[in-house]
């Protein structure tokens, strides 16, 4: 026997049909995403391992993920993740951090095809840093601090707070800095701005870290780049491009420095400063002056303060006059750092002068804005550009910036 309908069953049964119809509509459809035909379209705990996959996720409690993508305009991904404890974990995926992910599964499946491809992956940190803290950047932009406690030729294994302990593949490390007091006070979002090597001109007793090194603009007619051969030694040279000036009457700087760490706060180095100066006189002669000097740093790269004492030279003979450099910078955000540096030629009738401003970061390049100022002792005069920079350089740095 059929159930009798009345108008309002079947009010109910309409007015059913099209809330459903109106939350179905609602949910837009997804598709599985094979970020990878090496892994397919369920990425299991073994993989995860094998491959150094989402590193903030435990080993001991992950247990599959995947990549799902809406079929909408934007096309947006999401990772699913599953958990050995039941719980499923959704995190969005941006278009970068899934090529990061597909780059970190070929790469290591080149290195396991061709083992000797891991060779320049090995020398992210020495087996004696085994037992420090570090902060762990990933390519995919993840970060997080670990003690160092497996050293292994394609994996690093930290021991963290939050999230126990974390095998990293090598391939993925964009950046390893050794945990220092500043650092771990340092906010979140101030990305590195380099190694704190010099003020605007000034060396200081910190270096370039090994395979990182700089492009530099200074004043327009100058130019000039700066190696890290090691994490203690770096090469640079200047070079003037005055328009209309043929080549063998451009100047030309060579700047090697060697430096060492003494304790966490504490740097020393030594270094020269070579000019070669063009005889406009005689054609294809040039001579040659410099700067032979020594330098203490104390700080960090972000804030730190620097004595040097240096002396000249030219013509096989040493000056008997020393100059003094005195300078500091201090990061007063996550873009703006103060600077200055001052030189003093020790003798009574010299003077006191220096630059002062402040440089402006980005994660890769900088923008340094310097006054010009001049004390001689005597009292005769003064000379400032007060805010006015007179001193303007533009930097890009390059190159590893492991540490």
């Known amino acids: 026997m059929l159930p009798i309908r009345t108008p309002f069953h079947v009010l109910f049964l309409v007015l059913a049909a099209l809330i459903s119809s109106k939350v179905h509509a609602q949910q837009p459809a997804t598709k599985p995403l094979i970020v990878s035909p090496i892994v397919g379209a369920v990425i299991d705990a073994d993989e995860k391992v094998a491959y150094g996959l989402f590193p903030t996720f435990s080993a001991n409690d992950f247990q599959e993920a995947r990549f799902i993508q809406r079929l909408t305009a934007d096309s947006s991904v999401t990772l699913q993740v599953q958990l050995r404890d039941g719980r499923t974990v959704l995190r969005p995926y941006s278009p970068a951090e899934l090529a990061a992910v597909r780059q970190t599964i070929e790469d290591r499946q080149q290195l396991a095809t061709h083992p000797s491809a891991a060779t320049s992956a090995s020398s992210v940190t020495p087996a004696d840093s085994v037992g420090r803290r570090f902060r762990v950047t990933l390519r995919t932009g993840t970060a997080f601090d670990g003690k160092l406690t497996a050293h292994q030729p394609q994996q690093l294994e930290f021991l963290t707070v939050d999230l126990g302990t974390v095998s990293v593949e090598r391939s993925n490390i964009l950046r390893l ?188 390049t900088s923008l340094g804005l310097g006054a010009v100022y001049f004390l001689p002792f005597d009292g005769s005069y003064a000379f400032s550009t007060y805010v006015i920079p007179a001193y303007i350089d533009f930097t890009f740095r390059f190159g590893n910036s492991k540490r």
């Open 177 to 364: 800095q050794e945990l220092t007091t500043e650092l771990v006070q340092r906010p979140a979002n101030w990305m590195d701005i380099g190694n704190g090597n010099r003020l605007f001109f000034a060396p200081t007793a910190r270096n370039l870290r090994r395979g990182e090194g700089t492009l530099q603009d200074i004043t327009l007619y100058f130019v000039g780049a700066n190696y890290g051969i090691t994490d203690n030694f770096s090469m640079g040279a200047i070079v003037s491009v005055l328009p209309g000036v043929p080549l063998r009457y451009q100047f030309l700087a060579l700047t090697p420095k060697f430096s060492a760490r003494i304790s966490e706060n504490w740097h020393a180095g030594a270094g020269v400063l070579y000019l070669r100066i063009p005889d406009f006189d005689q054609d294809n002669k040039a001579s040659g002056v410099g700067l032979a000097y020594g330098v203490a740093t104390y700080g960090s790269a972000d804030n730190n303060f620097t004595v040097g004492l240096g002396y000249g030279f030219a013509g096989g003979e040493i000056g008997s006059t020393p100059v003094l450099q005195v300078g500091g910078q201090r990061r007063m955000s996550r873009r703006v750092s103060l600077i200055t540096e001052n030189y003093i030629i020790a003798n009574s009738n010299s003077g006191l002068g220096g630059l002062y401003g402040a440089k402006i970061n980005w994660q890769r």
